[in-house]
Nanobody, 123 residues
Framework: QVQLVESGGGLVQAGESLTLSCAAS????????MGWFRQSPAKGRELVSF????????NYADSVKGRFTISRDNAKNMVYLQMNNLKPEDTALYYC????????????????WGQGTQVTVSS
């Protein structure tokens, strides 16, 4: 059973930056896709970005491309989301998720997911 724990959220002003962290434990996820989702009442669930543990291949939603960067530290079993130039519309609950199948990550939100960390961006 894989456990995912997020941290790093908070309240910031527009234009500022935050880095979210996701600690993974409890299982072998070396071939998994690791994704960052966000959930808000206005927009629902959105897959913001994902990365593969093995190759580090990354992908971003158009809404965050050029502002957010996903990375991973294989030795520490950590996944990060660096968020720059934050906007009020980035306000959401962010959570990380893991799945061995990319399509399942995208459609179902992942096989494993954490509790999330709140990001609030004021204007």
């Amino acid at each position: 059973q894989v456990q995912l724990v997020e941290s790093g959220g908070g309240l910031v002003q527009a234009g500022e930056s935050l880095t979210l962290s996701c600690a993974a434990s409890g299982g072998n996820i070396s071939n998994y896709f690791m994704g960052w989702f966000r959930q808000s009442p206005a927009k629902g669930r959105e897959l913001v970005s994902f990365i593969t543990w093995s190759s580090g291949w990354t992908n971003y939603a158009d809404s965050v491309k050029g502002r957010f960067t996903i990375s991973r530290d294989n030795a520490k079993n950590m996944v990060y989301l660096q968020m720059n130039n934050l906007k009020p519309e980035d306000t959401a609950l962010y959570y990380c998720a893991a799945d061995s199948v990319l399509g399942h990550l995208k459609s179902a939100g992942g096989e494993y997911w954490g509790q999330g960390t709140q990001v609030t961006v004021s204007s």
